[in-house]
């Protein structure tokens, strides 16, 4: 989202009228977004009391604060498809019939018990009048809040083609009452021949959608949790040969449970995902008092008395392998990739290996994320909550052996006077999905370049290969244990509240990273392999096709 013109630094003013020190950018919101952002402007300090400092990290400061507009938009956008994709279909024939049945047993059951007196007179005298003009607009209200409430469609045609059906069906109740004041509680001719309904009175599916749009789950709807628990609440529905949430039972649950089971899922992630999935979003529902009770509470997947017989997998690096994965970082590569990707290459792996970072949350680095700590100069990334399971922001300090190789902060200075991201190039975006992000595709193309070098052990994932080894070397070095959770943002199970206490200081989380082991690689001694050949720009391309065209022009000129 391009600005119209570049900022200047500013210095607001206080109470007293007089200006403070430091430097500020002022950022108008555009119109059309400041019912997503909440404010009019935008207002961000540049950290400096320096004015030539300020011009020099304004830049970068105003690209990400326009980058975070367009993902409010991009998130808009696809909130927007995704309620359009669940909205009721139109009725047909056969769900009128079917929703006629439902109005008439309603209206005959409100009074049925007690039928006598003036009962049935009071329900015919209820009656709206589709004649005249107050009663059509009654019948019209009428009719969309009982289609409302049974989640059916309130298209117009669809309102204009039940009202008909939904005005027999009160008179219908009516005679009804009337019999039973004779005595007569035998159901009414007409319900014998209308069917029952299809379409879901609460959609298990469309529940599902809600819930992850505002149920606070981790990751949001575009996350990796709701990608995962998606297909498998489409999944039980499919299996269940219905979508009615209304309808679903424990035994629903438990008959599901035992059938995964029976085809080879492991317990753990019956109970984790395919039975947690279910019962989050019935959860959800109750909470949201459009569900009485949720019917997979606390069902139980027991684990197999069988004892496993097969030896523990495998889950990260050894130290030898992840040698011969940093030492193919610092070979030369092709000239057809990207700056950023090469620079993934060089360095995502080294960061994650001295810090146990996801990588996803590596290739999101912004070059601002690299910065000094404000009480003791330690160099440090923050490290900031994404559609990745980071829950929360948090500081990590950069080994020292990364900052001895040289090169890594004069990349990071290059690209903040870009205004880019670390690992990916904003401008090459091709509009995927908000689900997918282009860190998440830096780190899928690192995963497939260390396959491709035969350099991923069998059964180990290599872009999560790096956190586990990091922490089995916690564990032998030995990391104080709270001090590495603060690290790489995992809290221990076992942890008291007192994990939470305290402030998270850069100085103690260093001393603890840099008992790690340097990896001293003989290829760090040799000059870095420069590229095969450095890339062209559109410019010179273009100059090498004319030049490629005139001597195409000059031989067919030499032989006519």
Same mark, same amino acid.
Request: glycine share 6%; proline share 6%.
């Given at each position: 989202?391009?600005?119209?013109?570049?900022?200047? %630094?500013?210095? #607001?003013?206080?109470?007293?009228?007089?200006?403070?020190?430091?430097?500020?950018?002022?950022?108008?919101?555009?119109?059309?977004?400041? @019912?997503?952002?909440?404010?009019?402007?935008?207002?961000?300090?540049?950290?400096?009391?320096?004015?030539?400092?300020?011009?020099?990290?304004?830049?970068?400061?105003?690209?990400?604060? +326009?980058?975070?507009?367009?993902?409010?938009?991009?998130?808009?956008?696809?909130?927007?498809?995704?309620?359009?994709?669940?909205?009721?279909?139109?009725?047909?024939?056969?769900?009128?019939?079917?929703?006629?049945?439902?109005?008439?047993?309603?209206?005959?059951?409100?009074?049925?018990?007690?039928?006598?007196?003036?009962?049935?007179?009071?329900?015919?005298?209820?009656?709206?009048?589709?004649?005249?003009?107050?009663?059509?607009?009654?019948?019209?209200?009428?009719?969309?809040?009982?289609?409302?409430?049974?989640? /059916?469609?309130?298209?117009?045609?669809?309102?204009?083609?039940?009202?008909?059906?939904?005005?027999?069906?009160?008179?219908?109740?009516?005679?009804?009452?009337?019999?039973?004041?004779?005595?007569?509680?035998?159901?009414?001719?007409?319900?014998?021949?209308?069917? /029952?309904?299809?379409? %879901?009175?609460?959609?298990?599916?469309?529940?599902?959608?809600? $819930?992850? +749009?505002?149920?606070?789950?981790?990751?949001?709807?575009?996350?990796?949790?709701?990608?995962?628990?998606?297909?498998?609440?489409?999944? =039980?529905?499919?299996?269940?040969?219905?979508?009615? @949430?209304?309808?679903?039972?424990?035994?629903?649950? $438990?008959?599901?449970?035992?059938?995964?089971?029976?085809?080879?899922?492991? +317990?753990?992630?019956?109970?984790?995902?395919?039975?947690?999935?279910?019962?989050?979003?019935?959860?959800?529902?109750?909470?949201?008092?459009? @569900?009485?009770?949720? #019917?997979? @509470?606390?069902?139980?997947?027991?684990?197999?008395?069988?004892?496993?017989?097969?030896? &523990?997998?495998?889950?990260?690096?050894?130290?030898? +392998?992840?040698?011969?994965?940093?030492?193919?970082?610092?070979?030369?590569?092709?000239?057809?990739?990207?700056?950023?990707?090469?620079?993934?290459?060089?360095?995502? &792996?080294?960061?994650?290996?001295?810090?146990?970072?996801?990588?996803?949350?590596?290739?999101?680095? $912004?070059?601002?994320?690299?910065?000094?700590?404000?009480?003791?100069?330690?160099?440090?990334?923050?490290?900031?909550?994404?559609?990745?399971?980071?829950?929360?922001?948090?500081?990590?300090?950069?080994?020292?052996?990364?900052?001895?190789?040289?090169?890594?902060?004069?990349?990071?200075?290059?690209?903040?006077?870009?205004?880019?991201?670390?690992?990916?190039?904003?401008?090459?975006?091709?509009?995927?999905? /908000?689900?997918?992000?282009?860190?998440?595709?830096?780190?899928?193309?690192?995963?497939?370049?260390?396959?491709?070098?035969?350099?991923? #052990?069998?059964?180990?994932?290599?872009?999560?290969?790096?956190?586990?080894?990091?922490?089995?070397?916690?564990?032998?070095?030995?990391?104080?244990?709270?001090?590495?959770?603060?690290?790489?943002?995992?809290?221990?199970?076992?942890?008291?509240?007192? =994990?939470?206490?305290?402030?998270?200081?850069?100085?103690?989380?260093?001393?603890?990273?840099?008992?790690?082991?340097?990896?001293?690689?003989?290829?760090?001694?040799?000059? #870095?392999?420069?590229?095969?050949?450095?890339?062209?720009?559109?410019?010179?391309?273009?100059?090498?096709?004319?030049?490629?065209?005139?001597?195409?022009?000059?031989?067919?000129?030499?032989?006519?």
């Amino acid at each position: 989202m391009p600005s119209v013109r570049m900022p200047t %630094p500013i210095r #607001p003013k206080k109470a007293n009228g007089s200006q403070i020190n430091t430097w500020w950018i002022r950022k108008k919101v555009p119109e059309k977004l400041r @019912l997503l952002v909440g404010k009019g402007e935008v207002w961000r300090s540049l950290q400096t009391t320096d004015l030539r400092t300020a011009n020099q990290r304004i830049g970068q400061i105003s690209a990400a604060i +326009e980058a975070e507009w367009t993902r409010l938009a991009g998130q808009h956008v696809t909130h927007s498809k995704s309620v359009a994709a669940f909205e009721a279909p139109p009725l047909t024939h056969r769900e009128r019939l079917a929703l006629r049945r439902i109005a008439h047993v309603a209206a005959r059951d409100a009074y049925i018990e007690e039928p006598l007196g003036f009962t049935a007179m009071r329900m015919a005298a209820a009656l709206p009048d589709p004649i005249g003009v107050d009663g059509a607009a009654a019948l019209d209200d009428a009719v969309r809040d009982f289609l409302k409430q049974e989640g /059916a469609s309130t298209s117009p045609d669809d309102v204009e083609r039940f009202k008909p059906m939904y005005l027999q069906a009160r008179k219908d109740a009516v005679a009804d009452v009337r019999r039973a004041a004779k005595n007569d509680y035998s159901d009414h001719p007409e319900l014998a021949k209308l069917p /029952a309904r299809s379409i %879901p009175k609460l959609d298990m599916l469309q529940a599902f959608e809600e $819930y992850v +749009e505002n149920g606070a789950l981790k990751g949001g709807k575009d996350g990796p949790t709701a990608k995962r628990w998606r297909p498998k609440i489409a999944a =039980f529905c499919k299996w269940l040969k219905h979508r009615d @949430l209304a309808q679903m039972t424990t035994a629903d649950g $438990y008959k599901w449970a035992d059938c995964l089971k029976a085809e080879g899922y492991a +317990e753990k992630s019956i109970r984790d995902v395919w039975i947690a999935s279910l019962s989050a979003t019935a959860g959800f529902m109750v909470e949201r008092r459009q @569900l009485n009770q949720n #019917p997979f @509470l606390q069902i139980r997947v027991r684990n197999s008395v069988a004892t496993n017989t097969r030896p &523990p997998r495998k889950k990260g690096f050894t130290k030898k +392998e992840a040698e011969a994965i940093l030492t193919a970082t610092l070979e030369g590569h092709s000239h057809l990739i990207s700056e950023e990707m090469a620079a993934a290459r060089r360095w995502v &792996p080294w960061l994650c290996v001295y810090s146990g970072a996801r990588v996803n949350e590596v290739t999101s680095l $912004y070059p601002v994320d690299i910065a000094k700590d404000k009480e003791t100069g330690i160099l440090c990334m923050q490290i900031k909550p994404s559609l990745e399971k980071t829950a929360q922001w948090r500081t990590v300090p950069i080994h020292s052996h990364i900052i001895e190789q040289g090169g890594f902060l004069e990349y990071v200075e290059k690209r903040q006077k870009a205004g880019k991201p670390l690992f990916y190039d904003p401008s090459r975006s091709k509009g995927g999905k /908000a689900g997918n992000p282009q860190f998440k595709k830096v780190a899928e193309r690192l995963a497939e370049w260390l396959h491709s070098k035969n350099l991923v #052990p069998e059964g180990i994932k290599p872009n999560h290969g790096w956190r586990h080894a990091f922490k089995s070397l916690a564990r032998r070095i030995p990391m104080d244990r709270e001090v590495e959770g603060h690290i790489t943002g995992h809290r221990p199970k076992n942890s008291s509240s007192g =994990f939470d206490y305290g402030d998270r200081w850069a100085e103690t989380m260093s001393i603890e990273i840099e008992k790690y082991p340097a990896f001293r690689i003989s290829a760090l001694k040799a000059p #870095p392999a420069p590229h095969k050949r450095a890339r062209r720009t559109r410019a010179q391309i273009e100059a090498d096709e004319a030049a490629k065209e005139a001597g195409k022009d000059a031989r067919a000129t030499r032989a006519a």
